[in-house]
């Protein structure tokens, strides 16, 4: 009846009438025979009206060809909604699903899209992003840095923000937690404006006004281009009951998600991951799968025995692994995880090296570190290349000489020490004199 009531004619103007009086016209689908009814209004109107609009939509006995006009078409279309005419074939049109809004794959090629934009170069995306670590290892410091990176256009993990409006619900703190934690970040002099962080400590559930509250910031804001919202346990809807985990996990955050992706913003929702390592570090994230599923791009910032690390990968992100470093309440990134690493492995050998005073060979250098030869090879000869290490004869190492001024230096290597280990003729005697002309060198 309420999509009746929609097209109700109202007659209100006809002479003669009552102003309530209201008539209802539907065609027949399949003869067109225009019939018509009183909704409303005295009976003794109905004759009155029925003879007017009859004679104004040419409501007649149809011709055998019948062509309804532009009215009579919109109700006929109205008419086959309400009673649709029979299937051609055994489906049931009133349980077939519709489809969405498709596209031919030819025709997608042709399309142009928007370029994904990133809130932080690299790390964080348009999207819901999430980031999950452990207790205290300082998730809140690194979102609170994103906030403050794209509130004054600065630098957060190495790399420049364009400058717009952040949202941070910091739901775990309360504001004098969070002024204490600015004071800590901020410059004491030459302070950025963050005017454009706004700041929030309570909120309701996700089911319970939160996209309300959102929205309320969004519309308000000249620039919004980042929501962070710590944690997910303060937001996240009750467990329904007989709703299996994974079905709660996602729906948890997929309002998020959708928002973000209707709007183009970058939503981060910090969470908690496992106190178990796993082999993939998506695995580690507290809770089922539908987190992970929901989500556009996920972080892990973990602590291992080679120290702080953030990890990420994504729909629209490139897979990153950094080493980070966390001083004065903001992070720092190190560089690349392996690359740091054996940044680290070449200082392991250079100290063994220097320890040992004397040419050392990469099985010595194994012996006295615990690394794998081959590990050992490689490193040596990036190690030379850059100056870090130099070839005492063939397969033998030594530290670099502290000055590369003869005129500096108390000892001067002999040619020999700079023959080129490939050489298969440099192990002979001219190897034994290197030896012994650098062991003396060391002695003195």
Known sequence: MDEVRRWAILVDEIDGCDANTS?????????????????????????????????????????????????????????????????????????????????????????EFAPIKYVIPGYVAEGLTLLGGRPKLGKSWLALDFGIAVASGGLSLGVECEQGDAFY???EDNQRRLQDRLKVVLPKFHR??????????????IN?????????????VSNPRLIIVDTLAMVRAEKKRNQDSYSADYEALSPLQRYASEHRLAIVVVTHVRKAEAEDPLEMISGTNGLTGAADSIMI?????????????????EEVEKALKFDGGRWSVLGNVDEVKRSDQRRVIMDAMREANTPMKPSDISAATGMSVSNINYLLRKMVEAGEAERAGYGLY????????????????PPSVCMNSNSEDSEGSEGSTSNNDNQQRRAA
């Open 208 to 220: 319970a006004g939160l996209i309300d509250t959102l929205e309320a910031w969004r519309t308000r």
């Open 23 to 111: 008539m209802l016209l539907w065609l027949d689908p399949v003869t067109g025979n225009p019939s018509m009814a009183q909704i409303a209004g005295p009976q003794a109107d109905a004759e009155i009206a029925m003879r007017i609009i009859g004679r104004d939509i040419g409501a007649e006995p149809p011709a055998k060809e019948y062509k309804p006009g532009p009215l009579s078409a919109s109700l006929l279309k109205l008419a086959e909604k309400i009673n649709p005419p029979p299937a051609a074939n055994d489906n049931n049109p009133a349980k077939a699903e519709k489809p969405s809004s498709f596209v031919d794959a030819e025709t997608l090629l042709g399309m």
């Open 398 to 413: 030594v530290p670099p000489s502290e000055s590369s001024d003869p005129s500096e230096s108390d000892v001067i290597f």
């Open 301 to 317: 910032l973990n602590r291992t025995a080679d120290g702080p690390k953030l990890y990420g990968r994504g729909r629209d992100v």
């Open 192 to 205: 950025p404006d963050m005017s454009r962080l706004s700041l929030l400590t309570e909120a309701p559930k």
């Open 169 to 171: 619900l910091a739901l």
